[in-house]
């Protein structure tokens, strides 16, 4: 597991490691999680799933941007067990 405080240190991050799951907080001080997301579809590695993990509701993640540079959602306040849950089941899926 890696962190990273914003948009730029998370590229570097991926650039450097090789994630197989990306949990992105939509709201960040440097750059939002749309913009980091769009950034980290750019690179020339894409086999990894994002997951917009964020205080925010499902509803304003729809409306906010392009949900499609996600592959999974999970609110904040959900149970840890659902998050494990679905980065278990992007995971199956990624290894494919």
Request: aromatic share 12%; proline share 3%; charged share 20%.
């Amino acid at each position: 597991m890696r962190t990273a405080n914003g948009c730029f240190s998370a590229l570097q991050v991926v650039e450097s490691w090789a994630p197989d799951i990306i949990l992105l907080d939509i709201m960040m001080p440097e750059h939002d999680g749309f913009f980091t997301a769009r950034a980290l579809r750019r690179l020339s590695r894409d086999d990894f799933a994002i997951i917009a993990y964020t205080a925010n509701d499902q509803d304003f993640v729809r409306s906010s941007g392009d949900v499609t540079l996600f592959d999974a959602y999970c609110q904040k306040a959900i149970s840890p067990t659902y998050l494990l849950g679905l980065m278990e089941g992007l995971y199956s899926r990624e290894a494919m």
